[in-house]
């Protein structure tokens, strides 16, 4: 059980965050978070960043998910690239790459429409999350709704140049980004690596549609949203592999008269070992999926 | 003057002779409301914590307002009730479930008003309680914001239909689902009166009784109920909410 018995005396002071960079090509780092649940422990900061290098200041995807972890981010970029964080984007609304977005201009944070919409309606309920999970990691985060709208196609910005992608499916809005340069693909939670996808907005449809556009890219290598850099192309079929198996185990429970709590503790087969996070990816997505495939599986009298 | 120290007097041997003859064990969990409900549930019955009372519970409450719990008993012999509660729910017994005709286990869905002990109290024949759980960790208002159908309107549209299977689970065993639309409501909403379904009786093709279960609003909206009767063919169920409307099903006919 996740920060179950966690005691106020023992955890209540939040550490420093103390992010660490791993070049993946000329001018582009992978900053990777933990593979893990959000937890106090970890500060929140699970999810992958990135950093490109550009003459108009460093470009961060994913500022992280509160103040100070934007603000270590930055620095970092900083330190890495000699100019301060001169554009965000926000690849989709969870508050594990959003809330970071705190530590900046809003006018330098872009995303898509979508995911703006998307935390103008879920902002507060994630920051109530948030700071509930994390207590003082949070401290000074703010919601910060990005001012840039982005659309699909290319765009130049300090000297290079980036396809960006208005693609969904994990969320209402997911952001893509290929460095033209080095093939780098950041591919946001649309792309899960040896770490379990999560499904709170999913709709696996459009999720499946986005990852055939992905993989019809040619990229040279591919950041995730979560897990290690993918160098072989491994991690869009992964990531397609576990949402079908979730959604077919999902409905095959159903149709034998499993109920929720059972379904979650239901065998995760061998060739996802290598996955962190699965059982509780897959309990997590139990509780996203269940209702609706009882509505239209079980028979109505 | 002398007959109200006669009424005090009075009041304190029946406060003294209503004290249990043994206090329920130490709470393994800790939990702060441990001998409030004890005292409350249990009264002078013999108390034990059994390893043999499952609590199956998903790691991480992901919906507070629909959070899965499942009770297997079927290591106790002889289980005359089950009473699933979340110590530290307002509304902490959810379900209070005698399986006559039935094994002793049962699938459901509460709300978690907070991090809570979620268990099931087993009664076996001696009338001893067996009890299960463990902590759960969960964000608020699973009980005190409103339910989802009551944000959309559209409850009254489906309030009481059913959707229900049967499955073959065993020699002379079935596995029966039960779901119904209904809000489900606590009453700890602003300006929404508690409204929730209060009884299911499920009973066979003769009309016995298989099992009866008091059910509370701390139950999840549009409740679901998983139970493993001892009969085959036809399966009749019944529920009565608090407003005395009847939701009637059955499978297998």
Redo the contacts between chains.
């Keep these: ?5 966690c005691c106020w005396r023992e955890c209540s002071l939040a550490g420093k965050y103390t992010p660490v960079a791993e070049a993946v090509a000329d001018g582009v780092w992978m900053v990777r978070g933990a593979d893990e ?1 959000i937890a106090f422990a970890n500060g929140g900061a699970i999810a992958n960043s990135a950093i490109i290098a550009t003459a108009s200041g460093a470009l961060l995807f994913d500022p992280g998910v509160s103040r100070e972890h934007g603000l270590a981010l930055g620095a970092l970029a900083q330190r890495l690239t000699g100019k301060p964080v001169g554009r965000v984007y926000i690849s989709h609304l969870h508050p594990d790459h959003a809330m970071g977005a705190a530590a900046f201009d809003p006018a330098i944070v872009h995303a898509l429409p979508a995911t703006r919409a998307d935390l103008e309606r879920d902002g507060e309920g994630f920051s ?2 948030m700071y ?1 999970l994390l207590a003082d990691w949070m401290k000074g985060t703010a919601i910060v709704l990005p001012q840039g709208d982005v659309s699909e196609g290319d765009i130049g910005f300090g000297g290079r140049t980036f396809r960006l992608m208005a693609l969904n499916g994990h969320s209402a809005g997911d952001l893509a980004l290929l460095d033209q340069a080095t093939g780098t693909l950041l591919a946001g939670d649309l792309v899960f690596h040896d770490r379990a996808p999560s499904t ?1 907005h999913a709709s696996l449809p459009d999720w499946r549609a986005s990852l055939q556009r992905l993989s019809a890219l040619p990229h040279a290598l591919l950041v995730p949203g979560h897990g290690p850099l993918d160098r072989d192309g491994s991690a869009i079929a992964q990531t397609r592999d576990w949402l079908g198996w979730v959604e077919q185990t999902l409905r095959d429970a159903v149709a ?7 379904a ?2 239901l065998p995760i087969p061998p060739h996802f070992a290598s996955l962190k996070a699965a ?2 990816e897959l ?2 997505s ?3 999926f269940y ?1 609706a495939l ?2 239209e599986l ?4 | 003057m002398k007959r109200a120290l006669v009424f005090a007097i009075t009041c304190v041997a029946a406060a003294l002779s209503t004290v249990p003859a043994r206090a329920a064990p130490a709470d393994p969990l800790g939990s702060p409301m441990w001998d409030h409900h004890a005292a409350r549930l249990f009264g002078k019955d013999p108390v034990v914590f059994d390893s043999r009372v499952a609590v ?5 409450a ?2 507070q307002r ?1 959070f ?3 009770i297997d008993a079927r290591t106790l012999p002889d289980v005359r009730r089950i009473v699933l509660l979340a110590d530290l729910n307002p509304i902490p017994v959810a379900v209070d479930y005698r399986p006559a005709g039935a094994e002793p286990f049962i ?3 509460i709300k978690l008003d907070q ?1 809570t002990p979620v268990r099931a109290a087993v009664q076996t024949g001696d009338g001893t309680w067996h009890v299960g759980g ?4 969960a ?2 208002g699973g009980c005190s914001a409103p339910p989802v159908s009551r944000v959309k309107g559209d409850w009254a549209d489906h309030l009481g ?7 073959a689970e065993g020699p002379g065993e079935t ?1 029966l ?1 039960i ?1 119904f639309r209904h809000p489900m409501d606590t009453g700890l909403v602003e300006n929404i009166a508690a409204y929730n379904i209060e009884h299911v009786t499920i009973r066979d093709g003769d009309g016995r009784s298989l099992g009866e279960m008091e059910v509370f609003g701390s139950v999840a909206e ?1 409740p ?1 109920f ?1 139970v493993l009767v001892k009969a085959t063919g036809t399966i009749s169920f019944e529920a009565r909410d608090t407003a005395g409307l009847r939701f009637a ?3 297998g006919a």
Aim: glycine share 10%; aromatic share 4%.
């Design positions: 059980m996740t920060a179950g018995r649940a109530d999350a509930r709170p034998r008269g499993l109920d929720m709590s059972e979650g503790e059982r509780y309990q997590r139990v509780s996203h209702p009882e509505a079980l028979p109505k009298l | 199956r519970i998903p790691g991480i992901e919906n629909v899965p719990v499942t699938a459901s869905r991090r463990t902590w759960i960790d964000a608020g239909e059913i959707r229900a299977g049967r499955w596995r689902r779901t549009d679901a998983t099903g059955k499978v």
